[in-house]
């Protein structure tokens, strides 16, 4: 865990701190396939929608992130986890997304589950990409154009996997 980033399952009391985050993420557009105008109601909805599990990081008592974290799919996807990040722009840099993702693959595998996959990473989101590949996750699919980006029309999203118990290996 990064120094100082202590990381807390989310309460009813952290909704309007999630969605002042959520919020800029959303009305940019350029990383969640999410409406741009997605209302705070919509928005945390989608958050705190089943089957995941919300967490908030901290850093001196002050919630700067947030992840959800829960089954992939269902029925023969359930052993695989995937997760959700989002950081405060003033808190990028600190440590906070390293953070709530390593603390996704403990709590997954803590829960049980084999795999976390991020199933649509828009590939120009580079931080994130250079992150989740700094702990671990490999980049397994390329789904050409399929992201709408604001800015730059039609960009690649990828799928990436990591094993969390060292059971699967490259073919």
Partial sequence: MAAGVAIRPATPADHDAIWAILKPVYR???TYC????????????????APFHV?????????V?????GANRP??????ANASFATEPAARGRGVARALVEHAKSWARAMGFRAMQFNFVVATNEDA???WQKVGFRVVGRLPAAFSH?????VDALVMFQDLNGEYHEP
């Fill in 28 to 30: 940019a557009g350029e």
């Fill in 65 to 69: 992130g947030t992840s959800h974290v």
């Fill in 150 to 154: 604001p800015r730059l029309g039609p």
């Fill in 75 to 80: 029925g023969g996807g359930s052993h695989v």
């Fill in 34 to 49: 999410m409406p741009r105008d997605a209302t705070r109601a919509e928005a945390l909805s989608d958050w705190f929608g």
């Fill in 55 to 63: 967490f908030v990081a901290e850093i001196d008592g002050r919630i």
């Fill in 129 to 131: 990409v250079n992150l």
